[in-house]
């Protein structure tokens, strides 16, 4: 084995990707040890307290080490990858290719690709299992692959009528499953050896998983006494939760940052919230007639586009409410541009991507920006850089069929609106009683810096501009 001095030998470390961040997740590798990477290659995806991101590799080589696996949390400026560079990634690469070439040399494959997962690398050894009931085949005539091919192929010893259900292959010590469904299986306290695998190659699918939590406890047919039977449910026990009545999930990344920023928000800021409900009949014609507009051709036209205009226009008109609170210097900062957050549920929390500069934006280019920044936190590629900086958020809490909330001040943050549902009420309209589109609108602000009356007029504002559209026109 060639050895390597550490001169040969690069270190890289979890950087900061984003603004006084401490620590990040580790949520996939791409590298195994031995893989040559290059200068700008992604090694790997990590979670920040703001969002998913890919890091690059600074430099050509070959990575000696991976310092930790997948699902760890590593602060931020600790060493995760060894990357063996210069004279040292040849030394590096030879150990890795010899032991390919032993468990290439020790067990021939069937044909067609061989998956190998992420954390696995390639197998060094054979891989054992357990012989069925009713196989009369030494375990020495085949090798495992080679059994299972013959069965496949029709030539191998007939199955009984219940064979018992075999384990789930491994990979050295780890059974076959894609990192998902290693989280899921930990998260839901199911010990992937005693998963029975139903996807390609002896691969454990999510479903497998699922059914592991919800199958019953198998039988202990080989105890050396009968043991008693378990007793049967009462008839008000629930019977959807029978293995499992509780998940409990690691808070981190996203949704804990998120955590502590509300918990700090809500104890520092006195909150006040006002409400308003307003017929917005008028403003859902105009998202109809913008719809058909060749302007807006392949943009997103919706109500939000129209109220996000609304709060800016309120803004414009109401520049104190654009503020923040400077405690360190006891000072009041007014903010002379807009950068709206845009609240976005996603599969790893809550998170407020802004535009910047919105309040420069013509509404086309509203439109477009709004499309952009809710496709990108969908995808989960929103950046860090992208949630920095909001001066004013909206939360449309409507989406979800809630008619309106008291939301939490996103910290920095003097003002956030939330939208509620928009249905079919009925209002009087012009001395009559009509059906009309109508939404609650709430207001959320910091009582530092923003009174009643500033509030109010804020408010107010918006909603004026919502039941009667054309006034984006005569105060824009």
């Known amino acids: ?8 030998v690069r270190e890289f470390k979890m950087p900061d990707v984003g603004e006084g961040l401490t620590e990040a997740e580790i ?6 040890p031995g893989d ?20 690059p590799i600074p430099y050509d080589g070959v990575v000696r080490e991976l310092h930790f696996p997948e699902g760890t949390t590593v602060d931020v400026g600790t060493s995760i990858i060894a990357v063996a560079v210069g004279d040292g990634a040849a030394a590096a690469a030879e150990p890795v290719q010899e032991a390919v070439q032993e468990a290439v040399a020790e067990e021939p494959k069937p044909e067609g690709r061989q998956p190998v997962l992420v954390g696995y690398g390639v197998s060094t050894s054979s891989t054992k299992r357990r012989p069925r009931k009713g196989t009369e085949a030494p375990a020495a005539a085949q090798t495992p692959s080679a059994a299972i091919q ?34 899921l299986a930990k998260d839901l306290g199911v010990d992937l050896a005693t998963v029975v695998p139903s996807g390609p190659d002896g691969i454990i699918t999510r479903e497998d998983v699922h059914a592991a939590v919800a199958a019953p406890e198998p039988a202990q047919t080989a105890a050396p006494r009968s043991e008693p039977a378990a007793p049967a449910p009462s008839p008000s026990a629930p019977t959807s939760y029978d ?42 014609k105009l998202v109809e007639e913008l719809k058909q507009d060749k302007e807006y051709t392949g943009l997103r036209v919706n109500p939000l586009l129209l109220i996000a205009k609304a709060l800016l226009v309120s803004i414009k008109r109401n520049p104190d409410i654009n503020a923040s609170w400077d405690e ?24 407020v991507p802004n535009i910047k500069d919105a309040h420069a934006q013509t ?14 936190a969908r995808e989960g590629k929103t950046s860090p850089a992208a949630m920095q900086g909001g001066t004013v958020t909206i939360t449309n809490v409507g989406v979800f069929g809630v008619d309106t909330g008291t939301p939490i001040l996103n910290p920095g943050e003097s003002a956030i609106l939330a939208v509620g549902a928009i249905k079919l009420q009925p209002w009087v309209h012009k001395g009559k009683v009509k059906p009309r589109q109508v939404t ?17 007029k804020v408010l107010a504002d918006v909603a004026a501009v919502l039941e009667q559209p054309k006034r984006l026109i005569s105060w824009a």
Not at 1 to 8: H, L, R
Not at 36 to 55: F, I, P, S, W, Y
Not at 328 to 351: F, S
Request: aromatic share 4%; glycine share 8%; net charge neutral.
């Open 1 to 8: 084995m060639t050895t390597m001095t550490d001169s040969s």
């Open 27 to 32: 949520l996939k590798w791409y590298v195994q």
């Open 36 to 55: 040559t990477v290059t200068d700008g290659q992604v090694v790997c995806e990590v979670e920040t307290a703001k969002a998913a991101v890919e890091l």
């Open 150 to 183: 013959a069965e496949l192929n029709g030539h191998g010893p007939a199955a009984p009528a219940a064979p018992a259900a075999p384990a789930a292959p491994v990979t050295g010590d780890r059974p076959l499953a894609k990192p998902p469904v290693r989280k």
């Open 243 to 284: 293995t499992t009545r509780e998940t409990r999930i690691p808070v981190k990344g996203v949704r804990k940052a998120t955590a502590a920023a509300m918990v700090g928000s809500a104890f520092t800021a006195p909150h006040v919230t006002e409400f308003v409900t307003v017929d917005v009949t008028r403003t859902m």
């Open 328 to 351: 360190a210097a006891q000072e009041i900062v007014v903010k002379h541009y807009v950068n709206l957050g845009i609240a976005a549920a996603t599969p790893r929390g809550l998170i």
């Open 363 to 376: 509404l086309p280019q509203l439109a477009g920006s709004l499309g952009e920044l809710v496709s990108t």
């Open 440 to 456: 609650t609108l709430a207001l959320s602000f910091d009582h530092r810096l923003v009174d009643g009356e500033l509030g109010s």
